[in-house]
């Protein structure tokens, strides 16, 4: 199974910094990295797929970068409704695997 | 709105089973795969089965095949996750998340809680 090791668990930020998590693949995936962000109590939300796709309906304020082994979800402005875990999720190849979750609240 | 809500978790003993349901509304549900994932208590998220469209096939993880079996009944808008011989490692928030045509795991439910113990 590929492994997605995921950067840092625990980010502490303000309102308005630049934020990055990173994602690292165990073996190339291409381009098959998806971002998710999960608030406590709620559905987890698709914000960028195929590594730098804004969902419909995501702020601009978020993107992805990224290829092969190593990816990356910016958060360019931080807002307080940004507060939850960020998760990734590869789909190159079965079985899909996530990242275990970075934890984001405000400094 | 694309809306799935999951239901039929609960608190069950080892070796038992139980029946879970996800009900779709907001989109085509029989044109979409859907798929269960679950998230175990300070663990990750972990996928564990697939279904097509059309049920003409269906994919579990190692860990719950041959105990867990994934359907769906299209007249119904609903998918469901049939679970036996249920452990202590099972339990675990359960998702049913639907693919889209790009990427799979597009939207997902709120997830139902499912406890096996003693």
């Known amino acids: 199974d590929i492994q997605m090791t995921q950067s840092p668990s625990f980010l502490s930020a303000s309102v308005g910094d630049r934020v990055t998590i990173n994602c690292k693949a165990s073996?190339?995936?291409?381009?098959?990295l998806n971002w998710y962000q999960q608030k406590l109590g709620e559905a987890p939300k698709l914000l960028i797929y195929?590594?730098?796709s804004l969902q419909t309906g995501i702020p601009s304020r978020f993107s992805g970068s990224g290829s092969g082994t190593d990816f990356t979800l910016t958060i360019s402005s931080l807002q307080p409704e940004d507060v939850a875990t960020y998760f990734c999720l590869q789909h190159n190849s079965w079985p899909y695997t996530f990242g275990a979750g970075t934890k984001l609240e405000l400094k | 709105e694309v809306q799935l809500v999951e239901s039929g978790g609960g608190l069950v003993q080892p070796g038992s089973s139980l029946k879970l349901s996800c009900v779709a509304s907001?989109?085509?549900?029989?044109?979409?795969?859907m798929h269960w994932i679950r998230q175990a208590p300070k663990k990750g998220l972990e996928w564990i089965a697939l279904i097509y469209y059309d049920s003409s096939n269906k994919y579990y993880a190692d860990s719950v095949k041959g105990r867990f079996t994934i359907s769906r009944d299209n007249s119904k808008n609903t998918l469901y996750l049939e679970m036996n011989s249920l452990r202590s490692e099972d339990t675990a928030m359960y998702y049913c998340?639907?693919?889209?045509?790009?990427?799979?795991?597009?939207?997902w439910g709120q997830g139902v809680m499912v406890t096996v113990s003693s």
């Open positions: 998340a639907k693919d889209d045509y790009g990427s799979p795991f597009d939207y």
């Open positions: 195929n590594a730098n």
């Open positions: 073996q190339n995936i291409n381009r098959y």
């Open positions: 907001g989109f085509t549900f029989s044109s979409y795969n």
